[in-house]
């Protein structure tokens, strides 16, 4: 028998094969995306109701709908499930915050807006329990170094920086100046939480703020 191939069939065909398996992968990869988000979506409530340490492994999978084993098939710790929630409210966090100083070109007031956006979003329950009270329990040392420099801590000293370049910054230098800003900030955001008066607070900061700056010439 004469085993024969047209080629531009043969070339439809493998085609065909490559096209479906692509399609296979895409619908695998979408479903393992839709899995991880379920589970940081359950997790997120649930460590802003009850926080870290009273928030079960089994009562996550079973609000997100999937099973113990597709928890460690993403996450291989409950401590790295809380770092995918840490890190989902911080960048919505410093999204909110660049947002609310984007409508000035004035360094300053971009400082004083972000931290007043800061300020509402950071009192919020789930704000205050996973980024501010958790965190600092649940993280290493180092590894909150590394995530304050990409979100708040590099937010912070970014706003500075643009501010110094104006010539608008009274004291530094702004790496000493940065932790120190964003630490006000978390601690007023903490008072506001825990029953504070809102405007007395805000008042604080946006003198905290004037003190550090200059008006502009």
Known sequence: MRLTCRLPA????EARIVKGDSSH????AERREQTRAALIAAARALFAERGFAAAGREEIVERAGVTRGALYHHFASKEELFRAVYEEVETELCDATIAAGGGTRDPVEQLRLGALSFL????T???RRIVLLDAPAVFAPGVRR?????????????????AEQAGRLRIGPVDAL????????HEAATSIADGADPAGVRSVIEGMIASITTEAA
Request: include cysteine.
């Open 10 to 13: 043969c070339i439809s065909r």
């Open 25 to 28: 992968s895409r619908t695998q």
């Open 120 to 123: 509402d979003a950071a009192a």
């Open 125 to 127: 329950p789930e704000v």
């Open 146 to 162: 590394a995530l304050a420099e990409q979100y708040g801590l590099g937010l912070v000293r970014g706003a500075l920086e643009a």
């Open 178 to 185: 940065a932790p120190v800003v964003l630490a006000a900030l």
